[in-house]
């Protein structure tokens, strides 16, 4: 299943106005060029990039697709679910999703067990060079020559 997705998309073909409804009570950061605001949208990030003359540049985005679309990232998106997500997020944004540049993108799977959790943890937990996050049922494992950002 995907989790987590980065990237970013071209949005000088639109226009401020396309994203007025995202950035109305953002605290903007100016830049000598231009200007930066980021938003949250339902637990994704957004950065929106303008010149200064308010001309739309770029949008960045990175999230959890299923933790955006159902509201947790334990549920799993299929085909039809992540097509369906990422129209979900083309609507909000108010742009079309189609052409962005994925520069990140994270798969996972829920595996039915037969024993305690625990049992598999320790296992996995002989193994060098692994580093173990938990949130609430949710067990991943990380080598440490990965970031875990």
């Known amino acids: 299943m995907i989790d987590t997705i980065r990237g970013y ?11 007025e409804h995202l950035i109305e009570r953002e ?4 830049k000598d060029k231009g200007y930066t605001i980021s ?3 339902s637990n994704f990030k957004i950065t929106l990039k303008f010149d200064s003359e ?25 085909w039809v679910t992540t097509k369906e997500a990422i129209q979900e ?35 996995l937990l002989n193994y060098k060079n692994f580093a173990i996050l938990r949130y609430k049922d949710s067990v991943t494992f990380i080598s440490e020559s990965q970031s875990l950002i």
């Open 89 to 123: 997020l083309s609507n909000n944004l108010n742009i079309d999703m189609t052409d962005a540049t994925l520069t990140r993108i994270d798969f996972g799977i829920n595996i039915i067990l037969n024993k305690s959790i625990h049992h598999y943890i320790s296992n």
């Open 54 to 78: 308010n001309k739309p540049l770029k949008l960045y985005f990175y999230g959890s697709l299923p933790k955006f679309y159902f509201g947790n990232n334990l549920a799993q998106l299929d």
């Open 27 to 30: 605290p903007i950061l100016v």
């Open 9 to 19: 998309i071209d949005i000088s073909k639109y226009n401020y106005s396309n994203f």
């Open 39 to 41: 938003i949250n949208l």
